[in-house]
C-alpha cells in the first residue's frame, strides 16, 4: 500500500477590508447577488460575482424549487450563464457569499462538490486556474488560486 498526501494553499484575509479595491468591490456584488436568493425552503442565500478576462462580471445567485433536484446553485447560475453568454471569454476569478436568510454567518463557505465540478469544467477548458474567493456573510475571506485545491481528484474529459 502506498500513501498519498496532498497539501494546499489558501490565503485567508480577516475581512474584505484587507482585499484589493477591485477584488473588495466584485465581493461586494457578490453579497448583494446573495441578497437577490429565491432560497424559500432553505432559507441559505448564496450569491456569486464573477470576473472574465473581457471585464465581464457576471453575477448568480441560487434558485430554489419545491422540486429540490429541479433548484440551482449561484455558482453554477453564473459560471453556466458565463459560458453560455461569453464562451470565448475565461474565467479568471469567482467570489461566493453565503450565509442563512436569518443571521450572520462569519465560517466561509466553499463551493459544494457539484459546483466544484462544475467549476473544474472551466478550469480545464481554458487550460487555466480560476481564483476562488469565499466568505459567509461577514468575516473572513479564503482565496485559492485553482480549483484543484478544494478538488485534488477532478473527474475530467480524459477519463471518458
Known amino acids: 500500500m502506498k ?3 496532498f497539501t494546499t494553499t489558501f490565503s485567508v484575509f480577516d475581512s474584505l477590508e484587507e482585499l ?3 477584488d473588495k468591490t466584485i465581493m461586494l456584488q457578490a453579497i448583494e447577488a446573495r441578497k437577490k436568493a429565491y432560497a424559500p425552503y432553505s432559507k441559505f442565500q448564496v450569491g456569486t460575482a464573477i470576473l472574465l478576462d473581457n471585464g465581464e462580471i457576471i453575477l448568480g445567485s441560487n434558485q430554489e424549487n419545491a422540486a429540490y433536484p429541479s433548484g440551482l446553485c449561484a455558482e453554477r447560475v453564473a459560471i453556466f450563464y ?3 453568454n461569453y464562451p ?4 479568471l476569478k469567482l467570489f461566493i457569499s453565503a450565509s442563512p436568510k436569518d443571521r450572520e454567518l462569519e465560517d466561509p463557505i466553499p463551493p459544494c462538490g457539484s459546483c466544484r465540478q462544475s467549476i473544474a469544467e472551466y478550469e480545464m477548458k481554458q487550460d487555466s486556474g480560476i481564483e476562488i474567493y ?3 456573510s461577514k468575516g473572513k475571506v479564503y482565496h485559492s488560486n485553482s480549483l484543484q485545491n478544494l478538488l485534488p481528484f477532478l473527474f475530467e474529459k480524459k477519463h471518458l
Not at 88 to 91: R, Y
Open 3 to 5: 500513501q498519498i498526501t
Open 20 to 22: 484589493d479595491v477591485k
Open 82 to 84: 458565463a459560458g453560455a
Open 88 to 91: 470565448d471569454a475565461k474565467v
Open 134 to 136: 469565499f466568505m459567509g
